[in-house]
């Protein structure tokens, strides 16, 4: 999303296929010299991570409210293809995150304008909330796309926990500070930690989900374990990865990429495939997996539940 740097959707289509990215996981053992205890562990437990303790929960009851107009996208691309800037800017970070990202303990602060402030671990937080799976559509501003199954809960149930006081009038979430985790992070031209945020109307209406798990287990390092952003309506960069502060404010938050690039990504961010990019057409997509490109759908096909959060809103750069 960068000026200076060759993007990645910029890269020849060779250095992007799935053929190109999908590695299986015995060449990814014998590669790091471990094809003969790869047998006996799991994947995870090769990269040196724990057991990861929320395991057992998955999977979890889809619900049937949120349908998808598209295959699921292969889980090998959705977890090989990633966009995750405190990696580096290319897409092939998810060996890295495997390897760097330790997930336990992780400790989620909850501040701010609230009646409840409160750090917990993850795992004390998730046994707290209602647990269910989503088929969610998922459009990166860079114009390529993806459907997944999430699960995770409503991050309204967050805010109920929480408590908000009547001055609250943002939700602002914020990614691990670690420059010995992230090494991106080391590269002070960025405005770290990433941060985005939602007013209180989108964070507590029903389709901002918290992701916890995909396809049917935990969700990985490379898509933002232990937990983050879904709001699919929004393009991807406000999908907070690796969260870990929660802080109800009266001030709208400048995000990440605002702050790099203002006159680029805005705060509402909002699908619509009628506002153009300053560089690029909005009107398609890539859909991760195919060589085909589809139209992107205003609010990226969900405006029944979130267009009326807009209807009276003025002057404000809804699409951006
Ligand atoms: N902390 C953090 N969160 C992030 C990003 C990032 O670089 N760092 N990239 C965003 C962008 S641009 C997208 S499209 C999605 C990608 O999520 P995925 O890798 O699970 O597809 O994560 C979002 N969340
Ligand atoms: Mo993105």
């Not at 405190?86 to 501040?111: C, N, Y």
């Not at 998730?126 to 799976?133: C, D, H, N, S, Y």
């Not at 031209?189 to 396809?215: H, K, R, V």
């Not at 898509?223 to 502060?245: C, D, M, Q, T």
């Amino acid at each position: 999303m960068l000026i200076k740097r060759k993007r990645g959707w910029e890269l020849p289509e060779s250095a992007a296929t799935p053929e190109a990215l999908y590695m299986n996981r015995r060449t990814v053992l014998q590669g790091m010299g471990l094809g003969a205890i790869g047998a006996a562990l799991p994947l995870a437990a090769a990269f040196g991570q724990e057991a990861d303790p929320s395991a057992k929960l998955y999977p979890v009851a889809r619900s049937p409210k949120y349908t998808l107009d598209r295959p699921v996208t292969a889980e090998k691309l959705a977890t090989t293809y990633n966009n995750f800037y405190e990696f580096g800017s290319h897409k092939t970070i998810w060996r890295d995150a495997q390897k760097r990202m330790k997930l336990r303990p992780w400790m989620v602060k909850i501040d701010g304008l609230v009646d409840k402030p409160m750090e917990l671990g993850f795992d004390d937080l998730l046994a707290k909330m209602p647990l269910e799976e989503r088929l969610y559509r998922h459009r990166c501003v860079e114009a390529w796309s993806m459907a997944v199954p999430y699960s995770g809960f409503p991050l309204k149930a967050l805010v109920d926990l929480a408590q908000p006081k009547a001055g609250a009038k943002y939700l602002v979430m914020q990614t691990l500070s670690n420059p010995s985790v992230f090494p991106g992070q080391r590269e002070f031209y960025y405005p770290w930690p990433y941060t985005d945020g939602l007013t209180m109307a989108e964070a507590t209406n029903e389709l901002a989900f918290i992701a916890t798990g995909l396809y049917g287990k935990p969700i990985v390092p490379q898509n933002g374990a232990p937990l983050r952003l879904a709001a699919p309506w929004k393009y991807g960069f406000k999908h907070v990865k690796s969260i870990v502060s929660f802080t109800f404010s009266d001030k709208r938050p400048v995000s990440f990429w605002e702050k790099l690039i203002a006159d680029e990504y805005g705060f509402w961010a909002n699908i619509n495939p009628q506002v153009p990019h300053p560089r690029w057409s909005q009107a398609t997509e890539k859909l991760l997996g195919s060589d085909e490109r589809i139209p992107t759908l205003l609010y990226n096909g969900y405006g029944e539940f979130v267009a009326d959060l807009y209807k009276d809103m003025k002057g404000e750069k809804l699409f951006m």
